[in-house]
């Protein structure tokens, strides 16, 4: 068991998304109670005394981010949740919008009566078909029983609530950018300053929060930032929806408590690589997080602190186990190819640098790398580094000298000998066959 | 959807819009275009921009059914490549084609957010997880391959 549940706190069954699965687990009290009997400034007070970190992967206070807005400035201000999922290898907010929509709007409707908003956006991307039929469902419903719309409760609150679809890319998932794609336009991520709380959709003041970072907002005002405390680390609190795939014998989301060890998750929680193979390292946090190797997640735990401290980040919760034997040129050839295909061209840096580090991994993958061409991935990396609008162009940098940091002499080997020194497989071998391949020769 | 977006927002409603009309038609024509940007009050480049800058909109015809399989890290780690060179050599097709009776179109794409059941290939607006060569057998045959 992975600690504390606080998300993940139900039985999933066929029907334990709707609203009356969620009344009956006493949804929308908190709603209620804080529409009847507290004033907004009480609510941000309490969600920042909670010290809960955002979930999309920079980890910011979202009590910080809320305290920017001011309340009774005459003027709109909005909210957003960022349902944009797309950081390869997370699939956490898909279990929230599948499984526990109507725990998203009550935490949006809380945060909206906070924030003095009276049009919300859920966010979300167009691939995603179930996740958004679950949440436009339990919009429908949620309006039906008048926990949106006029009059929410019996109370003068109203709440509107749009769930707006994406319709591909990545960089949409980048909080500006996702509120230039909100206005109509292409999802060009903005300079900042001003921060979005401050000129945000259609340069009014606008919240943009993940969908697992508002989930938990119920529970906060519900419990209290001191119980919320209480789990997780101090630097830490709460939990982190982990979502892990890749080599791993029994991938999907799991809850955590912030601070649980970090080997003991994927060894025995998720059942360690897959077929019983060796494990070669872990990208910890979605793939722009630096890779861990096997011997480096050893002393870590579960929390930003911990994972920062190895030079990596615990970013999005998007895990990615990859067995001995993968080949880690192969895999940044993976990693750039998308970068290259996500890039918005809007920054010179991004838009040439991912082309170029793109095409030296393809040469070099082809045969034809040159000596010289592992010092011009890192010099790209670097040169991109802080010199882009948003952290895309930051990220595949990290990335890339993250896994040529660890694992040089792969590159090296493709250079000089024009092949892997594995056999160029992503694919974990099948280990029945090799195990028989082994007993028989 | 319309009445629950402010006042003002019509920019807003540029995506939404293109959407239903791809839902309806396919693909965006030119003629779509033109009246959206009347309708909403938009100019016509914004509209243009929009169909060009996302990877979901389309400017042309494409098969019936149309399977599109993921190949960033996590589903290649789970075998993506076997599945999208199974995909190529049944429908005799590369991706971004379209077979010459207008029925299937092959493309590959980004991270669909369905790691933990990769590979993971979709058809049309629904996801088929778990993929294998031998499944996507079954999958072709029940589509009528």
Same mark, same amino acid.
């Given at each position: ?33 804080? &529409?009847?009997?507290? +004033? ?5 007070? *309490?969600?920042? /005394?909670? @010290?809960? !970190? =955002?979930? #999309?992967? %920079? ?70 078909? &179930?996740?958004?039929? +679950? ?5 429908? *419903?949620?309006? /039906?029983? @008048?926990? !949106? =719309?006029? #009059?929410? %409760? ?74 919320? +405390? ?15 795939? #890749? ?195 | ?145």
């Amino acid at each position: 068991m992975t600690g504390t549940k606080l998300l993940m706190d139900f039985e999933v069954t066929p029907t334990s998304h709707t609203l009356a699965a969620y009344r009956a687990r006493g949804g929308y009290a908190t709603l209620e109670k804080v &529409l009847r009997t507290l +004033r907004p400034e009480e609510v941000t007070k *309490e969600v920042a /005394a909670s @010290g809960i !970190l =955002g979930h #999309g992967g %920079a980890a910011f206070p979202a009590g910080r981010k809320w305290g920017v807005i001011r309340l009774n400035d005459e003027q709109p201000h909005y909210l957003c949740a960022n349902a944009d999922e797309g950081e390869p290898g997370t699939f956490k907010d898909r279990w929230i919008l599948e499984h526990a929509p109507h725990l998203l709007i009550e935490s949006m409707a809380i945060a909206a009566f906070a924030l003095q908003v009276r049009h919300a956006f859920v966010y979300i991307r167009g691939e995603f078909d &179930l996740p958004w039929r +679950r949440i436009a469902g339990a919009v429908e *419903e949620a309006y /039906a029983a @008048g926990w !949106l =719309g006029e #009059g929410i %409760a019996g109370t003068g609150f109203a709440l509107d609530l749009v769930v707006y679809r994406g319709a591909g890319s990545y960089v949409c998932g980048e909080a500006s950018g996702l509120l230039s794609s909100l206005e109509g336009r292409k999802g060009y991520p903005r300079n900042r300053p001003p921060r979005l709380t401050v000129r945000g959709l259609y340069q009014r003041p606008t919240v943009v929060n993940n969908v697992e970072t508002l989930a938990n907002i119920a529970g906060i005002v519900r419990d209290g930032a001191v119980a919320f +405390r209480k789990v997780g680390t101090a630097k830490s609190p709460g939990t982190q929806l982990i979502s892990i795939s #890749g080599h791993v014998e029994r991938p999907g989301v799991y809850e955590v408590e912030y601070g649980y060890p970090f080997a003991r998750f994927v060894r025995e929680d998720c059942g360690g690589v897959l077929g019983g193979l060796g494990l070669k390292c872990v990208i910890p946090g979605g793939i722009s997080t630096k890779v861990l190797t096997a011997a480096d997640i050893e002393p870590l735990t579960l929390d930003h602190a911990s994972v920062t401290s190895a030079g990596s980040g615990l970013g999005s919760g998007g895990m990615v186990v990859i067995a001995e034997g993968t080949c880690m040129v192969r895999l940044l050839q993976v990693l750039v190819r998308f970068y290259h295909h996500e890039s918005c061209g809007q920054c010179t840096p991004c838009r040439e640098g991912m082309g170029w580090m793109h095409r030296i991994v393809d040469r070099i993958v082809a045969g034809k790398g040159e000596p010289g061409d592992i010092d011009r991935l890192i010099a790209i990396s670097n040169a991109n580094d802080g010199t882009t609008i948003c952290g895309m162009g930051d990220a595949a940098g990290y990335a890339t000298v993250g896994i040529i940091a660890k694992y040089r002499d792969e590159f090296e080997h493709w250079i000089r000998h024009g092949r892997s020194l594995h056999d160029g497989r992503l694919e974990a071998i099948d280990h029945e066959w090799a195990r028989a391949e082994a007993l028989h020769g | 959807m319309r009445r629950r977006f402010p006042g003002g927002f019509e920019s807003s409603l540029v995506l939404p819009c293109l959407r239903r009309i791809q839902e309806d038609r396919g693909w965006v024509a030119d003629a779509d275009i033109d009246a959206l940007a009347a309708w909403l009050g938009v100019p016509r480049v914004q509209i243009e921009e929009v169909l060009s800058f996302y990877t979901q909109f389309r400017r042309a015809p494409i098969g019936r059914i149309h399977l599109q399989a993921c190949r960033n890290l996590s589903c290649c780690l789970r075998g993506a490549e076997s599945v999208i060179d199974h995909l190529r050599e049944r429908l005799g097709i590369e991706p971004g084609q379209t077979t010459r009776d207008g029925r299937w179109s092959l493309s590959t794409v980004e991270c669909l957010g369905s790691c933990g059941t990769a590979p993971v290939v979709m058809v049309n607006e629904t996801y088929h997880e778990r993929m294998t060569p031998e499944r996507l057998d079954g999958l072709l045959e029940r589509l009528g391959r």
